[in-house]
């Protein structure tokens, strides 16, 4: 049997989808309210991974509604003063990072980094647009740094000559090349 993968990702991401686990592990645990201090850096990097989701669907063409309504509840939750939470919005937020994990554990890196510093650039936009959203309150859990930008901005153009270099297009992936990888991965 195939152990499951679903809460490992790729070392390149660690920094990423950690404070995104730590939050899962806080979500499954039988605690009714959440400490904020324990939640808030996960529910920041889970809000800026739905912009980053985001990209990696339209590479795929997929539909990303269902990212941008985890996007709106992560939005709802960090706007009331306690983090007390229904086990349906427990269910929904652990159901997506699992989805995070498979999309970073599935997806060709070159088209992940291209897609996180989409996906930071639309979050950026997005700030501008709705400054009034009570997410932006937690200044002390940003998720960008100025050196984290420029190290995605670095990781983006390497990806892009990467795959120019292959010949593939640069903002769509190939269905057929993430069929192969998740099988490789799955040990196939």
């Not at 959440?34 to 989701?53: D, I, K, Q, R």
């Not at 003063?81 to 060709?108: G, M, P, Q, V």
Request: charged residues 25%; contains cysteine; glycine residues 2%.
């Amino acid at each position: 049997m195939v152990r499951s993968r679903q809460n490992q990702v790729p070392a390149e991401f660690e920094a990423f989808y950690s404070p995104i686990l730590q939050l899962k592990i806080q979500l499954t645990s039988k605690k009714k309210e959440l400490a904020a201090e324990n939640t808030v850096p996960g529910f920041m990097m889970l809000h800026y991974s739905t912009f980053t989701m985001t990209k990696l669907y339209q590479q795929q063409d997929m539909d990303y509604s269902k990212i941008i309504i985890i996007r709106e509840l992560i939005e709802y939750i960090l706007s009331h003063d306690n983090f007390k939470l229904e086990n349906e919005y427990k269910s929904r937020l652990c159901s997506y990072i699992d989805n995070l994990a498979k999309e970073l554990n599935t997806s060709f890196k070159a088209y992940v980094y291209i897609a996180m510093y989409h996906g930071y650039l639309d979050a950026e936009i997005y700030r501008c647009l709705h400054p009034d959203i009570s997410i932006y309150d937690f200044a002390a859990a940003q998720y960008v740094k100025a050196e984290t930008r420029n190290s995605m901005k670095n990781y983006h153009d390497a990806s892009v000559k990467v795959l120019e270099e292959l010949k593939l297009p640069v903002n769509k992936q190939s269905l057929a090349d993430r069929q192969l990888k998740l099988s490789k991965s799955m040990g196939k």
